[in-house]
């Protein structure tokens, strides 16, 4: 292993955590289209995004 490889700062994100932060920004600036097609990759039920997406318009009001 080459020890003088340049590292990154801080803790590394899975792909995971770097959809879900990409999805919760989408939410948040009202993309609410992006964000139903990233839930569909997901593989989220129709019935329940749209009850998520209810739910988070709700919220953000």
């Known amino acids: ?10 803790p590394t994100r899975s792909p995971c955590q770097q959809f879900y ?3 919760a920004q989408q939410i ?3 993309n609410y289209r992006d964000a139903d097609a990233a839930l ?4 989220i039920p129709e019935a329940d995004r749209r009850e998520m997406l209810r739910d988070l318009r709700t919220d953000s009001r």
């Open 21 to 23: 932060t990409e999805v």
């Open 40 to 43: 569909i990759q997901l593989g």
């Open 28 to 30: 948040e600036a009202g």
């Open 1 to 10: 292993m080459n020890d003088d490889a340049p590292r990154a700062e801080g």
